[in-house]
């Protein structure tokens, strides 16, 4: 049963080049199964999250990552009436314009890309994948995916202004987005500050004595977990406390956008896009909650000196590996040089950088660079 403030399918702006109904399964539907059957959603299964392979195979990458985002964000859209279908879409492609090595590799290339005075930003690069680079119809470039997709592509992490960008100006930039796009920033959150503090551990990057003084909430779930299980060893205890983060999290965000929509009187979607703030929210003791942990977790383990030879790295490989571009260009794929005679050179490289995955990238920078 779909919430009056949900996105209902038969109400779709619909796709760019109209197409007959699929028989058994809708719009939003189709676009899940397009999304999961892109070349771009693959590639996620080889791009970093956090930790490289250098670390294990069983950590999170960015394919793993996104389909535990996908099912944090299905339970608390079916929980609020929400159309589970759209959220699950948003999950699965919130993360394909994601370039290689993760945050290090979207810093490098967006550095890179600012000498040449342009920028790079994934919300804007995933678009771009879904629109133009992914080649699957015989009649169209793209996926084709309805309004609705496209633009919680675009808005649900945050907020571009209609002047900067009038190329998005048909993603109503100046209306919030449906409450499907909205939660999905939330589950990312959440989703990522519970993963990072497990893998964390499990690395030995971070200890738990460390975790337990530097994150309360977590401190408090250990406490109670050693009391209910004395006997279990410490990965298990850990386990326990750091579900339970996650269902008070869930439980709360579900419950305070309940409240928040009640309180706000919204009934239609148009008054969701309408209102002046997101409705989609974490209350502000569980907020500042998260905030912390995920303030933990920058300073000891996304800024922590072990990671730093992986940072290293990807910036010495993605800016060697576009300045070589830049000043040979006919090195690039055919492809590639076709579409430089339309649109910027550094913009091509950068197309060409972002949907790598980590191997590619290193086998590229072997292969022009010469040296690892
Ligand atoms: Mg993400």
Not at 20 to 43: E, G, K, L, M, T
Not at 201 to 214: A, K
Request: net charge negative.
């Amino acid at each position: 049963m779909l919430a009056d403030y949900a996105v209902r399918v038969e109400q779709s702006r619909g796709r760019r080049y109209p197409e007959p109904q699929h028989p058994y399964r809708d719009d939003f539907q189709r676009d899940r199964d397009r999304v999961i059957h892109s070349r771009a959603f693959r590639r996620l299964e080889a791009k970093t999250q956090v930790f490289t392979r250098r670390y294990s195979d069983h950590f999170r990458n960015r394919l793993t990552h996104t389909i535990e985002v996908a099912q944090i964000a299905r339970t608390i859209a079916a929980q609020l009436g929400l159309n589970v279908d759209l959220v699950e879409a948003l999950a699965l492609v919130h993360d394909v314009g994601h370039p290689p090595f993760g945050h290090a590799g979207e810093k490098a290339l967006d550095a890179a890309m600012r000498e040449h005075g342009f920028f790079f930003d994934h919300n804007l690069h995933a678009l771009r994948i879904v629109e133009d680079f992914e080649l699957r119809y015989a009649a169209f470039r793209g996926l084709n995916l309805t309004f609705e997709v496209r633009e919680g592509i675009i808005k649900h992490s945050h907020d571009y202004a209609v002047d900067q960008f009038p190329e998005l100006a048909e993603y109503l930039l100046d209306l919030r987005p449906p409450l499907e796009a909205q939660l999905i920033d939330v589950a990312d959150e959440i989703a990522y500050s519970t993963a990072d503090l497990d893998d964390g551990y499990e690395s030995h990057l971070l200890t738990l004595e460390q975790i337990r003084s530097g994150v309360p909430i977590f401190d408090r779930f250990y406490s109670e977990a050693e009391s209910t299980y004395p006997e279990a060893i410490e990965k298990l205890k850990f386990n326990e406390a750091l579900k339970r983060i996650l269902n008070r999290w869930v439980g709360d965000l579900i419950e305070n956008t309940n409240e928040t929509i009640r309180q706000a009187a919204v009934n239609s979607i148009e008054e969701v896009r309408s209102y002046a703030d997101r409705l989609a929210t974490l209350s502000a003791p569980i907020e500042q909650e998260r905030r912390d942990a995920k303030d933990f977790l920058y300073k000891n383990l996304y800024f922590s000196a072990s990671l730093n030879p992986e940072k290293i790295d990807a910036e010495r490989v993605i800016s060697e590996l576009f300045h070589f571009w830049m000043a040979k260009p006919e090195n690039l794929p055919s492809s590639y040089r076709e579409k430089a005679a339309a649109e910027p050179l550094p913009r091509i490289i950068c197309d060409y950088i972002a949907g790598m995955t980590d191997n590619y990238i290193y086998e590229q920078h072997e292969k022009q660079c010469g040296r690892r």
